[in-house]
């Protein structure tokens, strides 16, 4: 492998670690060169296991024996995209490492990897069952702990809205636990749609996307109208038995605290609210995400 000892991550071949924030990493203007940072060993083993091509990594040296075989994948398959010319493996001091905030809690690893293009969404529902759609959510751990969730319960995709914090943020990898990799997502509707987060804005044009695929949206939100999981898996069973198609399921998530936007759960075809208990009106979105994707784990492609 060929690694490259720096003294200090004043080096700049080192920025994507240590300089660039992660709007440059993302790079709109140069999509072909945006970056994302996956930290710890399980993590950068999901991303590259997952397909994504990394570019380079940095690591403390003591780490390289337990990381020696994962390099050696990473370095065969770059060298053949590349013509041999390897991947560089970055060995930097101990004391320059801690300059890094939470290095310590990466487990010995940092790997920068090229930001794949998004799938479109008929490609990404293709055969799927049940999705998740996250509105609006602005809080990056909540999306890292929703797909992970998603991953855990078999959820066979992913949707985000335009102004939906990115799953590809350095936080949201890391919580995911690099599950971010294994479930299939993109983003629904289109950017060029005006973005007021908690106005349904994408909801115009996605939900009627997602009709159009044969899904069944559910807004997951505290109403009057609602029905519990049990109740829409009982007419979800009712509908398939009386010579239904199989249903397949959207549900739909909001930010922390708000919620789904009004527009968005006028939009959809039932509304799921969990029964409470001890006058508790509610979870954490990446909580109920993870009670609904139990609840209708039967419809999964892992459920069938």
């Not at 709007?23 to 945006?34: D, F, G, H, I």
Request: net charge negative; glycine share 8%.
């Amino acid at each position: 492998m060929p690694l490259i000892y720096v003294d200090t991550l004043d080096d700049p071949r080192l920025d994507a670690f240590a300089r660039l924030t992660e709007a440059q990493l993302r790079s709109k203007l140069e999509p072909e060169r945006a970056l994302f940072i996956a930290e710890s060993q399980k993590v950068i083993e999901r991303a590259f296991e997952g397909g994504m091509e990394p570019i380079s990594l940095l690591m403390e040296e003591k780490w390289l024996p337990s990381m020696a075989p994962l390099i050696e994948r990473m370095e065969k398959r770059t060298s053949e995209q590349t013509s041999g010319e390897g991947l560089p493996v970055f060995v930097a001091p101990h004391d320059e490492l801690e300059r890094l905030t939470g290095f310590e809690l990466t487990r010995g690893a940092l790997g920068a990897f090229r930001r794949p293009a998004l799938p479109a969404v008929a490609d990404v529902l293709r055969g799927a069952r049940l999705v998740a759609v996250l509105e609006d959510i602005t809080n990056h751990t909540n999306v890292g702990a929703i797909f992970r969730s998603a991953a855990a319960l078999g959820v066979d995709a992913v949707l985000a809205s335009p102004a939906c914090y990115d799953p590809l943020y350095r936080r949201a990898v890391r919580v995911s636990m690099g599950t971010v990799f294994q479930v299939p997502w993109t983003r629904i509707s289109d950017e060029d749609v005006p973005n007021r987060p908690g106005c349904g804005t994408w909801s115009v044009r996605g939900i009627p996307e997602l009709h159009e695929h044969g899904f069944i949206c559910t807004a997951m939100a505290l109403s009057e109208e609602s029905v519990t999981p049990d109740e829409l898996n009982a007419r979800l069973t009712e509908r398939e038995a009386t010579g239904g198609a199989p249903a397949k399921l959207a549900l739909l998530f909001g930010t922390e605290g708000e919620g789904l936007s009004p527009a968005t759960i006028a939009r959809c075809d039932y509304t799921v609210r969990i029964p409470m208990a001890h006058g508790v009106d509610s979870l954490n979105v990446a909580a109920s995400s993870a009670v609904a994707f139990y609840a209708f784990r039967q419809l999964s492609q892992l459920g069938r």
